[in-house]
Each structure stands twice: as C-alpha cells, then as structure tokens.
C-alpha cells in the first residue's frame, strides 16, 4: 500500500508532495526488507551464518568452521531440546533430525534409565553416536546397535552388534 494511497487526490498528486512520498516510499520499503531479514535472524532454521554464530555462543555449543550451516543448526537445535525431558518420542524427532533416511526402532527401558536404539545403517552410527553423547542428560544411558539382515534360502538371518 502506498503512501499515496492514504491521503486525499488533490494532496498526493500535488508535484512536490508527490515527489517527497515517492522517496520516502523507497526508504520505507528497505525499512521493511531488513526487519524482515531480522526477523529471520531471529529464528535457528532461518538463521544465516552471522545468527548461528550467535546461537552457538548463546547454547554453549562450540564453533566448528568444517561444518555446513545446516549441520550447525542441527547442533544448536538439539543443544535447545537437550534442556526437556526426553522421550521416546523426542528421542526419534532427534534422530530424524541427524540422521536422514535410515531405519531405527527405540526400546525404552525406563526403569534402567535407558534408551536402545537399533540402527540398520552403519554409515550413520558415528554420528547418531555423536549427537546423543553431545546432549543427553547424565542420568539416561543410550546403547547404540547396529542390525543387519540377511536373506538366505528364503529365510532371514538377523545379527546386532553393539556401539
């Protein structure tokens, strides 16, 4: 909507009041373009590398410059979730977060305080590893196992093996 628009014809087409809105239309609309990119700088998802810059050192969560800033804002985001009590749930919304597109099935053994987690991609078991080491609480203990499955003669055959 215009400047123009909200005062009386006779006033906005007068040739100087005309002129002056037309420039303080510019200023105004570059106004609303950076509070827009602020507004985005105030949000982890939305964030450029200046405002996960400031998030990091806000969650304590240390600067790597090796990494993407997808990858960094995954770190912030799960350092922000860490401070909840975690459930199963959770737990898989996490694991969905760091690990993209792998299968995992989650046994809660709660009256261990424990978390299993079975994974079927090795390529992911690093990083899974990583991430719930960087943001569990001290009192829940997450065993990580890798599963693999065979099929022979027209049966499967199932082997884990314990991170």
């Known amino acids: 909507m215009a400047l123009k628009d909200n005062l009386p014809a006779f006033v906005a087409n007068e040739k100087y009041t005309s002129e002056i809105l037309n420039a303080l239309e510019f200023e105004l609309d570059k ?3 950076r509070i827009n990119e602020m ?3 105030c949000c982890v998802t939305t964030c450029t590398n200046e405002g996960i810059t400031r998030f990091e050192k806000d969650y304590s969560v240390s600067h790597n ?3 993407t800033l997808d990858e960094r804002k995954k770190r912030v985001i799960n350092k922000m979730l860490s401070k909840k009590r975690l459930t199963k ?3 898989s919304d996490f694991i969905k977060r760091n690990i993209n597109n792998t299968q995992y099935y989650i046994t809660n053994m709660a009256e261990q305080y424990k978390f299993q987690v079975r994974l ?12 719930l080491f960087n943001v ?8 990580v196992i890798l599963v693999s499955y065979e099929k022979r003669c027209g049966t499967f055959k199932c082997s884990e093996q314990t991170v």
């Open 120 to 131: 079927s991609d090795e390529n992911h078991k690093e990083n899974l590893y990583d991430a």
């Open 39 to 41: 507004l985005l700088e």
């Open 31 to 33: 106004i609303k373009l």
């Open 65 to 67: 410059a090796n990494l």
């Open 136 to 143: 569990r609480p001290a009192n829940l203990i997450f065993e």
């Open 89 to 91: 749930e959770e737990l």
